[in-house]
């Protein structure tokens, strides 16, 4: 089977900034002067960008699902999303709290974080070089059905879009609306068709068709 979660694709106006920015500069300057220091080793800076590259969007791919599956889970983890990703054995590796919105035939969720890349790595991954780009931070808020067909996400007009802004304090995950033709599929096959996107918000999860299709390519 193809890896859904990995996939980097090539969006229109929401490319990756083709130079760092001032924030990503600055950084980048405090961890140099922060080894020159001797605070901390750069080996000890070599792990933990390696444990935080190591993060998949799988964590969240299966709270997603167990959502689909258990509605009491559900109902916890949409009124105390942190506590619910606990019982599940994940843990938050930021401070922030963690909020779960939900999409339904009538509400469809992006988030976007407008100052720099907040997002829930802990059941994420490192956020998509897309998602922290200033085009994206931009025009997820003044055009967003623009920037979801671009991801292929073409939503009616009777679907209200609602942009949800992350903060340093508050990260966002989204629980995408199960899939028609879904029932009957365990946990596991469900979590396979949460994407990282769909997490997102600017794709909807995929169809169980497209998973039997990419993994009849695989063989």
């Known amino acids: 089977m193809t890896d859904n979660h990995d996939h980097e694709s090539e969006h229109p106006g929401v490319q990756p900034d083709s130079e760092l920015s001032r924030r990503a500069r600055r950084a980048i300057a405090m961890r140099e002067l922060l080894v020159q220091k001797g605070v901390v080793a750069a080996e000890e800076v070599r792990e933990q960008i390696e444990r935080t ?106 679907v209200q879009v609602r942009v949800i802004d992350s903060a340093a304090d508050l990260r966002y995950l989204v629980l995408p609306r199960r899939p028609v033709g879904s029932d009957g599929m365990s946990e596991g096959e469900l979590a396979a068709l949460v994407t990282r996107d769909s997490m997102i918000g600017v794709t909807s999860a995929l169809e169980p068709s497209q998973t039997r299709v990419a993994a009849s390519g695989t063989r």
Do not use: Q
Not at 56 to 81: E, I, M, Y
Not at 140 to 148: H, N, S, T
């Open 53 to 158: 590259r190591a993060r998949t969007p799988a964590h969240g791919s299966r709270v997603v699902a167990r959502a689909w599956v258990d509605p009491d889970f559900k109902a916890r983890l949409l009124a105390d999303a942190r506590a619910a990703v606990y019982e599940l054995g994940y843990t938050l590796t930021h401070d922030a709290e963690l909020a779960v919105v939900e999409n339904t035939d009538e509400v469809h969720h992006v988030i976007v974080c407008t100052l720099c890349s907040c997002y829930p790595t802990s059941l994420l991954g490192p956020p998509p070089d897309w998602y922290k780009s200033f085009a994206y931070r931009k025009r997820a808020v003044v055009e967003p059905r623009a920037v979801m067909r671009e991801f292929g996400l073409d939503l009616g007009d009777h």
